[in-house]
């Protein structure tokens, strides 16, 4: 089988036989990029059994008629990377053409839409919907999606073949049986999943937000735990991680109102913050943690693929459907208030519900790529 890979993130190697996704440096070291793409292009790979991959290009207005006819003759099929493509500000209707265009199977992997709410209606530009309507008519069986809001969004459209499948990289290590042992408020060795840019579709609140992150960091270290502080590429956050111009980091944080005046959580962040160059790297770090908590989508979803605890604190559309697709505990921007107390909350949590559904989980992806008459290493 060979497949196309549309939207890429970094270099491809392999190790031990299992494709390695690392980031591509683009401009300096410390340039912004959302490592969290690497993980969904590195399960993506992992999941699937193919013969041969390729990138579609960066840029639309490069696909040659030349090309065209190279990507029909050659692939099998067109694998779109799963992320939050479903807005009008993405790359999704730019991308219109191209879908109409190429004449290949075309497999929708994990994609799914972005708002702050889920009481939120979204409005779609046309060739947003229309792209989507290509892609629904070039499935061979449906388009994968994140989770059930995504669905319902597909299907008010008019697109019925839509299954929710949520992310495959939380499938990564192809474990079907896996299961979560939780040591509950004695969990010591905690990495907090950080977003101090959290803003526009992302979030209800932007200052709030950044707000109730820096409240719940702070009842953590009061509350005697020792966290690390697992950044995902932004590039102030990169600077201090790396010691690379950390000044200018700290100073780019503090005016955005992260550190606040607390000058022991500087000192605690440049201390412990740690970033990596590889999605590989990212989930041997989370192998070792006793729980991921936090913003950041994928940093927590690395600690679950390796059998390891984590907690979602939701905030919009993205990271709510994920979490109800897998039955993960979250908590919620509105728990953490003043009172908030961490050791009560930590005794609370239970993964009992996703124990119990991860299995059923796993085989409906695999079924979904069944469906779609994929080669693949999930079974």
């Known amino acids: 089988m060979k497949i196309l890979i549309l939207w890429p993130s970094g270099k491809v190697d392999t190790s031990s036989g299992e494709?390695?996704?690392?980031?591509?440096?683009?401009?300096?070291?410390?340039?912004?990029?959302?490592?969290?793409?690497?993980?969904?292009?590195?399960s993506t790979l992992r999941t699937l059994s193919y013969e041969y991959a390729e990138e579609v290009v960066p840029f639309v207005t490069?696909?040659?008629?030349?090309?065209?006819?190279?990507?029909?003759?050659?692939?099998?099929?067109?694998?779109?990377?799963?992320?939050?493509?479903?807005?009008?500000?993405?790359?999704?209707?730019?991308?219109?053409?191209?879908f109409q265009r190429i004449e290949i199977p075309?497999?929708?992997?994990?994609?799914?839409?972005?708002?702050?709410?889920?009481?939120?209606?979204?409005?779609?530009?046309?060739?947003v919907i229309q792209s989507l309507v290509e892609i629904s008519r070039k499935s061979v069986h449906s388009i994968g999606v994140r989770g059930n809001y995504t669905k319902d969004l597909l299907n008010s459209l008019g697109i019925e073949n839509v299954t929710a499948i949520g992310c495959p990289s939380i499938f990564r290590e192809r474990n079907q049986d896996l299961q979560i042992d939780y040591l509950g408020e004695k969990s010591q060795n905690i990495a907090f999943t950080t977003h101090p840019y959290l803003a526009g579709l992302y979030t209800r609140n932007i200052w709030n937000s950044r707000v109730l992150q820096v409240r719940l960091i702070e009842k953590f270290r009061n509350a005697g735990y020792k966290l690390k502080y697992l950044t995902q590429g932004?590039?102030?956050?990169?600077?201090?991680?790396?010691?690379?111009?950390r000044d200018a980091g700290v100073n780019e944080l503090k005016e955005i109102g992260w550190f606040n005046t607390d000058q022991s959580f500087v000192n605690d962040f440049i201390e412990?913050?740690?970033?990596?160059?590889?999605?590989?790297?990212?989930?041997?770090?989370?192998?070792?943690?006793?729980?991921?908590?936090?913003?950041?989508?994928?940093?927590?979803?690395?600690?679950?693929?390796?059998?390891?605890?984590?907690?979602?604190?939701?905030?919009?559309?993205?990271?709510?459907?994920?979490?109800?697709?897998?039955?993960?505990?979250?908590?919620?921007?509105?728990?953490?208030?003043?009172?908030?107390?961490?050791?009560?909350?930590?005794?609370?949590?239970?993964?009992?519900?996703?124990?119990?559904?991860?299995?059923?989980?796993?085989?409906?992806?695999?079924?979904?790529?069944?469906?779609?008459?994929?080669?693949?290493?999930?079974r």
């Open 234 to 245: 932004i590039s102030a956050e990169t600077k201090i991680a790396y010691n690379i111009d």
């Open 62 to 98: 490069d696909v040659t008629d030349e090309l065209y006819k190279y990507y029909n003759d050659t692939f099998d099929y067109l694998i779109i990377r799963g992320s939050n493509y479903i807005r009008n500000d993405g790359n999704l209707g730019e991308w219109l053409p191209f």
């Open 272 to 378: 412990n913050s740690v970033c990596f160059e590889s999605a590989n790297d990212y989930y041997n770090f989370s192998a070792n943690s006793d729980l991921n908590i936090g913003t950041r989508l994928h940093g927590n979803i690395t600690a679950l693929a390796m059998g390891k605890p984590a907690v979602f604190l939701t905030y919009d559309t993205r990271t709510a459907e994920l979490a109800e697709h897998f039955c993960i505990p979250t908590l919620s921007e509105d728990q953490i208030s003043d009172d908030f107390n961490v050791k009560k909350f930590l005794q609370s949590v239970s993964f009992d519900c996703f124990n119990e559904n991860y299995n059923n989980r796993y085989k409906k992806f695999a079924d979904f790529l069944d469906d779609n008459k994929l080669e693949h290493r999930m």
């Open 19 to 42: 494709p390695v996704v690392a980031r591509k440096i683009l401009t300096n070291f410390t340039e912004d990029m959302n490592r969290g793409d690497l993980f969904v292009h590195e």
């Open 106 to 127: 075309i497999l929708a992997f994990g994609i799914g839409a972005q708002a702050p709410s889920s009481n939120e209606i979204i409005e779609l530009n046309k060739d």
